[in-house]
Structures are given as structure tokens and as C-alpha cells.
């Protein structure tokens, strides 16, 4: 049975620095994208960063704040945040898509997900 189990979260000030992790667990042919969302109350999921092989992809509103970077062999993936805004306020969910074993076809897991409150 595949997992993505988050840590990390927590209160912040503005201006301050959290560290996400997430670890994938279970048995696993390939992991081919891996990422995180937020969704904050009242609106909608969004991606805030991804990363796949070398790429990364980020929101505009992070861009320069926020940092993804992956261990293949640890099958981790960790979203550095700096500059925290109360706009980072969220849940950050953890996101992977990939080919469990035995499986036919890539499909997409999600963490539990982890609360971030930005606020003085």
C-alpha cells in the first residue's frame, strides 16, 4: 500500500522560513512527478511546486520564496519556504504520481496533508 506521509508544518511570522517534507512508502515501481499543493479555506487547490527529473515548476506567487527538491533514493521530496506571507496560509498537501507495483498505469497519491499559518 502506497503512503505520503508530510511533516514540517506549523505557525510562522511573516518573514520566516518553514521546511515540508514527505516521504513516499510502500511498494513502488517508479515515481515520476512529485509535488505540493495547498488549498486555503474557501478556495480552491492550487500547485505550488513540482519536480521531475531536473524540472521544477513553481507559482508565480512563490517564485523566489519558495525552493522543491527531491531524493530519488529516499523517495522524499522537500518544499523550502523563506519570506513567508499570511497569503501562505494553507494546507499543504504532499502529491506523487506514480507506478505502484503490480500496477498498469501511473496514478496520483496524496498526503494527509499539513497546516502552514503565517501570522504575527
Known amino acids: 500500500q502506497v503512503q505520503l506521509v508530510e511533516s514540517g508544518g506549523g505557525l510562522v511570522q511573516p518573514g520566516g522560513s518553514l521546511t515540508l517534507s514527505c516521504a513516499a512508502s510502500?511498494?513502488?515501481?517508479?515515481?515520476?512527478?512529485m509535488g505540493w499543493y495547498r488549498q486555503a479555506q474557501g478556495k480552491q487547490r492550487e500547485l505550488v511546486a513540482s519536480?521531475?527529473?531536473?524540472?521544477?515548476t513553481s507559482a508565480d506567487s512563490v517564485k523566489g520564496r519558495f525552493s522543491i527538491s527531491r531524493d530519488n533514493a529516499k523517495k522524499t521530496v522537500t518544499l523550502q519556504m523563506n519570506s513567508l506571507r499570511p497569503e501562505d496560509t494553507a494546507v499543504y498537501y504532499c502529491?506523487?504520481?506514480?507506478?505502484?507495483?503490480?500496477?498498469?498505469?501511473?496514478?496520483?497519491?496524496w498526503g494527509q496533508g499539513t497546516q502552514v499559518t503565517v501570522s504575527s
Open positions: 502529491n506523487a504520481r506514480l507506478l505502484p507495483s503490480g500496477a498498469a498505469r501511473y496514478s496520483d497519491f
Open positions: 510502500g511498494s513502488i515501481v517508479y515515481i515520476n512527478i
Open positions: 519536480i521531475t527529473g531536473g524540472q521544477t
